[in-house]
């Protein structure tokens, strides 16, 4: 391939993108289309714990540098003029995905202090209208916020979250223009005449809870690695500098503000992925020092909840992995012999929430990989189980803020189901169906068939899977099929109901989900064993599962998809790596790719709070293991499948050099002709477009891919 200059391949990108393209009959390759852009090497030597290595493409990481910008810009081009073709299938999956939305639609209204809450969204807006009802859902609506207005004229928006004040008439909020999960401007609207106070906080992390006082909020701001570190007071009006109540030393530690439901206390929680420890106040003593509730240690993590008569305690070190909860007095506590297990440890039962209300205990639980909710009475310790009929489910709390309440709010969705809300009577042990998500263009889930699989990975453990297909479909090895899964952070892969997915499903294809190790789908020792020195575990997992799919003849190599985003996109690097042979397509979203260089930069987002998870590279065991996977470093000159990797240039979490310097240094070194894109969305971040329907085109665009690598065009 020869090299043409940026502003030259753009030019005759976007001619080749005008011109009128036939229906394909062959799957194209990259010999059927313009050079590619061929990013410069500019040599970065770097050395440690004895060894030496050279990134050719380490000055893409700046942004600021026009250069990195052209390339960015010829790279989008150049994917513009290879995905031209399927412009009218884009156009089909956009319509099918839209058609599954109800554009006019609105949830279920969740009551809290007097008001009735809910959000609702109208026919072509993007965006949310935040509303509330005051005594009853009758009553008129008062609009708090229409989230299009404030999108307006905006390349991105997202709307991170509001509070309201204890008597109704104040709302602080936070939101950002640039996409980025992890900073915010925080403001506050007078809900009494919808204007907007003077009080801005131009930069804080997301975490927030207002005092009693209705004039007394404590936020929490992240530095500019995006840990969040400290805890700070405003009192609306005051123009002198916040009070900084609290500020979080331990690298390794990020710390969050809130209040309990009781709305009796306002705690800070300062956690990493293996400790926690928190401290409180009484909501209405905003002026008095935060006291630590238990001193933190190594390797316990807890929760507190608050309740009138006690404090609910979530507890979980080396031997109770899976959490055991304890309840303990208000006064004295600090005496472990005051403690009183409710709910012991079950080394096949993940604890993963506690919600506490006046009369009753809901707790979440993940047993072989599934959710379950138990309720119980707390004057008697009677329980019920909220049962689900099918093999495989998720079922979630959705909220409810109520402390007094004794209706308990949940979902519950599976591959063929769509989301359902529930109000469960706690008292009746009845579930009462408040609202079907529908599905406007019509779907049928007799039509699906689910199931549930288990591989057998390369040590011998059984790993699960949930996959979805049209019944009937014959299982030959001849269906195209797409694997998802993540993979990371304890993060469990549920199957719950994706309406976009039916737009491959409805083609014929096989739609399955890892659940590999490295999430907690089986529990937390899942979790354990695929991090660290185990993360390999993460990597043979999916491969297991892969060649499961093809052993059972559900695919083959030549129709199998992969995709995952983020860490999910840090396995689909490294899996391409380790058995470049079994995918035909791989589609790798914001992927967190270039592992031993990020994790090496202290100065970067997350990366100091991460070597729990990954491994400090600056101890050389960990550096070596991170060497073993790390996707960047162990690209090699062989074929690869085709490949779409995407971006955002605003992205604080996976920064954008990411993937670009991956497709740069793949393209390099690749010797097959399979089609390599990237995809920078130029203005958001991390989750990519932030408007509904904007979303949808992203979502289009990558089964497009899918498809077209795949020889179908329809």
Avoid at 189 to 210: C, E, F, N, Q, V
Avoid at 252 to 259: A, E, P, S
Avoid at 274 to 279: D, I, L, M, P, V
Avoid at 598 to 610: G, Y
Wanted: hydrophobic content about 35%; proline content about 5%.
């Amino acid at each position: 391939m020869k090299t043409i200059t940026y502003g030259t391949l753009v030019l005759i990108l976007a001619f080749s993108a005008c011109k009128t393209t036939p229906e394909q009959t062959k799957v194209l390759t990259q010999a059927d289309y313009p050079a590619a852009p061929v990013a410069p090497k500019k040599s970065r030597k770097f050395a440690n714990h004895g060894y030496k290595r050279t990134d050719d493409y380490f000055w893409l990481k700046d942004k600021t540098n026009p250069e990195t910008i052209a390339y960015l810009k010829a790279e989008n081009a150049y994917a513009d003029t290879v995905m031209a073709a399927t412009k009218p299938l884009q156009k089909t999956l956009f319509d099918e995905m839209k058609g599954r939305i109800k554009e006019e639609d609105q949830s279920v209204p969740a009551f809290d202090n007097g008001y009735y809450y809910y959000s609702r969204v109208e026919k072509d807006k993007q965006y949310s209208i935040q509303c509330r009802k005051k005594g009853s859902t009758e009553a008129a609506e008062e609009i708090i916020f229409d989230e299009n207005k404030m999108a307006e004229g905006k390349p991105a928006f997202i709307m991170g979250g509001f509070e309201v004040s204890d008597d109704n008439n104040l709302v602080a909020y936070v939101s950002n223009t640039t996409g980025s999960y992890a900073e915010y401007e925080l403001k506050f609207k007078d809900l009494r005449t919808g204007k907007d106070l003077l009080d801005i906080i131009p930069r804080m992390g997301g975490s927030m809870a207002w005092a009693a006082d209705n004039k007394t909020v404590f936020y929490a701001v992240p530095n500019e690695a995006l840990r969040s570190h400290k805890i700070f007071k405003h009192v609306l009006g005051s123009t002198g500098k916040d009070e900084l109540v609290y500020e979080e030393k331990d690298e390794l530690f990020n710390c969050y503000v809130g209040r309990s439901k009781t709305k009796t206390i306002i705690a800070i929680s300062s956690s990493s992925f293996t400790s926690s420890e928190t401290r409180f106040i009484p909501a209405n003593q905003p002026a008095a020092a935060f006291k630590v509730f238990l001193p933190r240690q190594k390797d316990v993590e807890y929760n507190i909840s608050d309740h009138p008569a006690h404090f609910y305690l979530s507890w979980k070190d080396p031997q109770n992995k899976n959490q055991k909860v304890y309840q303990l007095p208000k006064e004295g506590y600090q005496d472990r012999g005051t403690w009183k297990e409710i709910i012991p440890h079950d080394p096949k039962a993940k604890i993963e929430g506690v919600d506490i209300f006046e009369k009753y205990m809901v707790v979440t639980k993940r047993i072989n990989g599934l959710l379950r909710m138990q309720v119980r009475e707390l004057a008697t310790g009677t329980a019920k189980t909220i049962d689900f009929p099918e093999p495989v489910y998720t079922a979630y709390p959705s909220g409810t803020p109520d402390f007094a309440a004794t209706k308990f709010r949940y979902s519950y969705t599976s591959l063929n189901r769509p989301t359902t809300t529930y109000d469960y009577d706690m008292a009746t042990g009845q579930s009462i169906k408040l609202k079907e998500r529908e599905v406007p263009s019509g779907f049928n889930p007799e039509e699906y068939e689910v199931k549930r699989l288990w591989a057998t990975a390369k040590d011998g453990v059984k790993v699960p899977m949930a996959i979805v297909y049209k019944k009937g479909l014959n299982l030959d090895g001849s269906n195209p099929c797409l694997l998802y899964s993540y993979g990371s952070y304890g993060y469990s892969s549920d199957a719950g109901f994706n309406s976009n997915v039916f737009s491959l499903v409805n083609r014929g294809f096989v739609y399955a989900i890892a659940q590999i190790r490295g999430g907690s789908d089986l529990g937390e020792q899942w979790y354990d064993d695929g991090k660290l020195q185990k993360k390999m575990n993460t990597f043979t997992d999916f491969i297991a599962c892969a060649e499961y799919l093809i052993k059972e003849k559900y695919t083959s190599s030549a129709h199998l998809a992969i995709n995952g985003g983020s860490a999910g996109g840090l396995l689909m690097g490294a899996v391409t790596n380790l058995r470049p042979d079994l995918f035909k397509v791989v589609v790798a979203e914001v992927p967190f790719v270039d592992v031993i260089n990020t994790m090496l930069d202290a100065s970067l987002p997350l990366t100091t709070q991460e070597y729990e998870q990954w491994g400090n590279p600056n101890v050389k065991n960990d550096y070596d293991y991170i060497m073993t996977y790390s996707p960047y470093d162990n690209l090699k000159k062989t074929n690869y499948p085709n490949i779409l990797a995407t971006g955002g240039l605003n992205d604080s979490q996976v920064g954008f050099h990411e993937p670009a310097k991956w497709v740069a240094k793949l393209r390099a070194l690749k010797t097959d002709q399979n089609i390599t894109l990237l995809k920078i969305n130029m203005d958001s971040g991390h989750g990519g477009a932030t408007g509904r329907f904007d979303y949808l085109k992203d979502e289009a665009l990558n089964y497009a891919f899918i498809l077209s690598r795949m020889g179908m065009n329809k």
